[in-house]
Nanobody
């Protein structure tokens, strides 16, 4: 009943910038946490940044000062502005959100993942 669709990945040179966007759709009542994770082959998926309702944000130490997360609750979107990229930022980036949605006459809550978008930073 709900889904996340990401866009904005691609290939960039080290030192460059990229902006990822994610839009939630469906019978959404509210979104608690909304953020980004990344994964490289052979490693666990790791949190990059997330934003809670009310404006509180959290970043992985490796991206602090370089990445900025922003969400638009009116549009159910979250963006990740990535700057000063390094090859270590290469990976598949997944949007994630904890969404409460309408389910028949009641509601339910689900931890939803996007399909992933590839970010490749060349040296």
């Amino acid at each position: 009943q709900v889904q996340l669709v990401e866009s904005g990945g691609g290939l960039v040179q080290a030192g460059g910038s990229l902006r990822l966007s994610c839009a939630a759709s469906g019978s959404i009542i509210s979104i608690n946490r909304m953020g980004w994770f990344r994964q490289v082959p052979g490693k666990q998926r790791e949190m990059v940044a997330y934003a809670l309702g009310g404006g509180k944000t959290n970043y992985a130490d490796s991206v602090k000062g370089r990445f900025t997360i922003s969400r638009d609750d009116a549009k159910n979107t979250v963006d990740l502005q990535m700057s000063t990229l390094t090859p270590a930022d290469t990976g598949t980036y997944y949007c994630n959100a904890l969404i409460r949605y309408k389910r028949g006459s009641t509601s339910d809550q689900s931890d939803v993942w996007g399909q992933g978008t590839q970010v490749t930073v060349s040296s």
